[in-house]
């Protein structure tokens, strides 16, 4: 107890936390956490319909008798790449490792360090479905990336696999790890690049604009290199593809903090978490009324549209969302612009789902007018699923089928 009391802070205020029994307090703010299973954790235990799903796969594929590393996939690469910098050259015993998002595994086997942590949302559910997890020599930790129980400038190294583009708030994750960084500390990160909600756990799209504005503003990258999966063995969706040659791969960044960052407006980071988080446990239904998981409508988006991705679809998709469902003035101004500017049948498909209930014939005069062939069988094909039962209750109950509750805004970029 003794260990975690002198390791950990109190992830909402940083203060320190006392241990008494199976109870953690911190003796600041007055939260209380919990220890389970031997874990610290400062989770809700309320599981998430998303998180549920994530320890259902996992689940699974133990029942089929897969490894627990064959179940992370991809990976052994990335940590190929991790052991060039983490070595015994650069790590002792008492090196302060903090792997963030390593789910169930020791993404840094070979390090020998008394202080090596796997900071997991998810870490004290797995544990009770792999015990082998009780057996290495990581330390795990329940808790978000978005406010992590150190306290600043605790780390020499922060690890993160594969990881960065499933969390709710990867912004605001990074502004953590900038945190608890020491100066003189490296950030290595390897994550999916130009992914774009292919597969259904992830709800951030890591391109080069991520990286100009918000890695790049938080750290001094020192070093970088974005592998194209055509020239590795990364499994790749078919038919994806992105224009002016950028390719699904993997990102490999070694970084040092930066200290005097340009700081993120809070109300847009609230923007961006909620609607991240909508993205994860989203549902919608589509054309039979069928109910369907939103992160595979995305991946279906994307898959036929690659040139719609990140923040300027999120932004336009939120916009119509987020008028659509509270401010009918407001959705009539924008359409105004929208239809003497967009062509898009997807965009038009979105409004029309979006805005169907009240201004029904006005859209259908303005498909009419605009629409032929192809572009209006599928536009047809959307007004008939509106016409379904389950959608019109949803609509007579007013609830968007998002729940996308705040438009989200863009980030500006470092002068
Ligand atoms: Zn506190």
Not at 49 to 61: A, F, M, P, W
Not at 73 to 89: L, M
Not at 324 to 340: E, I, W
């Amino acid at each position: 107890m003794q260990y975690w009391e002198s390791n950990l802070r109190c992830p909402s205020c940083k203060g320190k936390i006392k241990i008494i029994e199976s109870s953690i307090h911190c003796e600041e703010c007055h939260s209380t956490f919990s220890m389970a299973h031997g874990v610290p954790c400062f989770v809700d235990h309320v599981l998430s319909e998303h998180q549920k799903s994530d320890l259902e796969s996992v689940r699974k594929g133990l029942a089929k008798g897969r490894s627990t590393a064959r179940l992370l996939g991809a990976d052994a690469r990335c940590y190929k790449w991790a052991t060039e910098w983490v070595n015994e050259s650069t790590v002792h015993e008492s090196t302060r490792v903090i792997c963030v998002g390593g789910s169930f595994i020791d993404d840094l086997p070979h390090v020998t360090s008394s202080f090596k942590f796997n900071v997991d949302h998810l870490v004290h559910e797995f544990i009770k479905i792999i015990p082998e997890m009780v057996n290495t020599n990581v330390k795990h930790i329940a808790s978000t990336s978005e406010a992590l129980p150190f306290m600043d400038a605790y780390a020499d190294f922060v690890y993160s696999r594969n990881s960065l583009d499933h969390v709710s708030n990867p912004i605001k994750t990074l502004i953590e790890i900038n945190r608890v960084l020491k100066p003189e500390g490296r950030f290595l990160l390897s994550v999916y690049y130009n992914s774009s909600f292919i597969y259904s756990g992830e709800t951030t799209v890591i391109d080069d604009d991520f990286v100009r504005n918000h890695l790049r503003n938080l750290f001094d990258v020192e070093w970088l290199e974005v592998r194209l999966s055509e020239s590795e063995s990364v499994p790749q969706p078919p038919k994806f593809s992105l224009p002016n040659g950028n390719g699904l791969g993997w990102l490999y960044a070694v970084c040092k903090k930066n200290e005097d960052f340009r700081p993120y407006d809070c109300e847009a980071m609230k923007g961006y978490e909620r609607l991240t988080s909508s993205f994860h446990s989203a549902v919608y239904y589509d054309e039979k009324g069928m109910r369907r998981d939103a992160s595979r409508f995305f991946a279906e988006v994307i898959d036929s549209k690659p040139f719609l991705k990140s923040d300027e679809m999120r932004i336009m998709y939120s916009k119509i969302r987020y008028l659509s469902a509270n401010d009918h003035k407001g959705f009539r101004d924008l359409f105004d612009d929208f239809k003497l500017t967009n062509k898009d049948p997807f965009w038009w498909g979105i409004v029309i789902e979006s805005s169907w209930s009240f201004m029904k014939d006005e859209l259908q005069k303005e498909i009419d007018a605009r629409f032929s062939g192809t572009e209006r069988a599928y536009l047809d094909r959307t007004i008939r699923g509106m016409k379904t039962r389950r959608i019109k209750d949803l609509v007579r109950r007013n609830r968007p089928i998002y729940r996308i509750v705040e438009p989200i805004y863009s980030f500006s970029k470092r002068v």
